[in-house]
């Protein structure tokens, strides 16, 4: 769902769980949104990524985000 449809400005918070679809998913709503709509912390499910591939944390990172955290199976970023 688009932020602007619901008439959002912006989330603080975004977690999301597609089990392996993260970059099909993720990464448009980021691509389209202004960053001023950005949320300031994101979790990604971390269990399905291909490290050594371009994916959505590296991405993430190279919009401004930092990993802020780790457990398991998240990766927990901040906004910086």
Known sequence: MR????????????????????????????????KAHWPKRVVIEDLFIDKSADNSVKRMKSLGYREAGRNRINVFLMLE
Do not use: Q
């Not at 008439?7 to 977690?15: D, H, I, P, S, Y």
């Open 3 to 34: 932020i602007a449809y619901i008439n959002l400005e912006r989330a603080a918070f975004m977690t999301e769980a597609v089990e392996g679809h993260d970059d099909d998913v993720l990464l448009p709503c980021f691509e389209s949104a202004p």
